[in-house]
């Protein structure tokens, strides 16, 4: 059976690719949808269905501007009721592409609308199943993205959905299908998923907590639910773009790719109170940038980052990039939702200082000089708390920054003290957005935990975090 799976990284997102005999077949497409398009004209076929396994909040997904643009049908499953035309699946109901047979899986639990796609190839025999956050390889989907969406639907409410899904819907299937998940390690939509995309369902079974023959309904939502932290401010925002609707890229790319001399650039912030965001790399940043301005690099965990300390979708933007990476940039903000961008700096950091204006640094010392003051130091830790409570500087203190803007007053007004995380990046975002806020009092420490521990700084015992509840 031909199925591509196209990967993104950054948010550790799979959308599908199936073609035969000149049909094809998308499945959770990203925003940019062109790359689609262009693989089925490579193929010489076209796009009939758009397949979502439910209304994502991890990303907006391409569904809209894909339809218009080649006129496939879209397709989610049973219950689903979003604001614009698509075709609404029966359980079980079937779909042709080709002489394959798509059957659509209704897999309540992480949305009440999820469903899973059984593939049948022109043989008969089934090949795989498109799970979405239904089923990943070592995890499920978590169970409280959904429950603010209806009326006394609660976490509870949906693992016990997710539960009765699993053991009713999938597990009865072949050990031999191949399992196609929407997304691998690093998704917040899960706990515990592994680096590898796809698996066999029979090892799946054997291996994936969830799956556990001999579980019971209470003990699955016990483990689901333990650990669970809140979601990112922009998953909910994210959901309602996918139901609702949302602007074509095209006309995002065309109000956000637009140049700006430094003294248009100064105008357009002060004007609209657009937040200047800086996605150069960390040591160019910390050399030397715009004030005010914060930093999350392209070259990270962008979008998540960018996802999950911006609290508004609609906050307007202004960019410093690298030469060339404007469209990027645009692009890879609204896959997560973030289509409010006003333009870009032309010439970045060294037109501005041309221009005559100012530019400020952040302090930042290597690991070896970070150890030379040590014993009089107050260290902030902004790794999460897992990488915290494995292993950490004896004296350390963990503000994470996932969740900075809740513990704001934790953080010292006065005192000067280091911030590290565990290779660089993390803490320069960390610092560069108390930065903005006005606190000049911190120092970053230079390739974070890498680096630490080759010096003398003390750190506390490792204890593998898969041991750590």
């Not at 609609?314 to 409010?340: A, C, H, M, W, Y």
Request: glycine fraction near 8%; include cysteine.
């Amino acid at each position: 059976m031909k199925i591509e799976q196209i990967y993104t990284g950054c948010i550790a997102h799979a959308a599908y690719y199936i073609e035969n005999n000149g049909e094809v077949a998308i499945f959770d497409p990203l925003r940019e949808v062109q790359p689609y398009i262009d693989r089925a004209n490579k193929d010489n076929a076209k796009i009939k269905y758009i397949f979502e396994t439910h209304f994502h909040a991890d990303f907006v997904s391409g569904h809209l501007d894909l339809a218009k643009k080649t006129g496939a049908q879209i397709v989610f499953g049973p219950t689903a009721n979003p604001n614009f035309e698509c075709i609404v699946a029966e359980d079980n109901q079937e779909f042709k592409l080709g002489n394959y047979t798509i059957k659509a899986i209704h897999t309540p639990g992480h949305t009440l609308e999820s469903t899973c796609y059984l593939l049948t190839d022109e043989n008969g025999k089934q090949h795989g199943i498109i799970t979405g956050d239904t089923l990943f390889i070592g995890d499920v989907g978590r169970p409280d993205l959904a429950q603010k969406l209806v009326e006394d639907l609660t976490q509870d409410k949906l693992a016990g959905y997710l539960f009765d899904s699993l053991r009713n819907k999938i597990m009865p299937l072949s050990d031999d299908l191949i399992v196609y998940p929407n997304h691998g390690a690093g998704s917040a939509c899960g706990k515990n998923m592994s680096k590898e995309t796809t698996d066999t369902l029979g090892n799946q079974k054997k291996t994936n907590y969830a799956l556990r023959a001999d579980m019971t309904k209470e003990e699955f939502k016990a483990e689901l639910l333990d650990g669970l932290t809140p979601p990112p401010a922009y998953f909910p925002q994210n959901v309602m773009m996918n139901i609702k609707g949302y602007d074509s890229l095209d006309n995002i790319m065309e109000k956000g790719n637009k140049p700006l001399s430094p003294k248009e650039f100064e105008t357009v912030a002060n004007q609209t109170e657009a937040l200047v965001l800086d996605v150069r790399n960390e040591n160019e940043f910390v050399k030397e940038h715009v004030p005010g301005s914060i930093f999350i690099g392209l070259h990270g965990g962008f979008a998540p980052w960018v996802g999950a300390l911006i609290k508004d979708v609609k906050q307007p933007i202004l960019l410093i990039t690298p030469e060339g990476k404007e469209e990027e940039t645009i692009t890879r903000l609204s896959r997560v939702g973030f289509d409010n961008t006003l333009g870009y700096l032309k010439g970045g950091i060294e037109a501005w200082k041309n221009a005559g204006f100012e530019t400020d640094n952040l302090q930042s010392v290597s690991p070896d000089e970070f150890a030379k003051h040590y014993n009089d130091a107050i260290v902030i830790d902004a790794r999460k708390p897992s990488e915290f409570e494995a292993e950490r500087v004896e004296k350390g203190i963990n503000i994470p920054l996932d969740y900075l803007n809740e513990h704001l007053a934790e953080v010292p007004k006065e005192d000067t003290f280091y911030v590290h995380c565990a290779g660089g990046y993390r803490s320069v975002i960390w610092a560069s957005i108390m930065k903005s806020r006005g606190y000049h009092n911190m120092i970053n420490v230079e390739k974070g935990m890498a680096g630490i521990r080759e010096t003398s700084v003390p750190l506390t015992k490792f204890v593998c975090p898969s041991t750590l509840k």
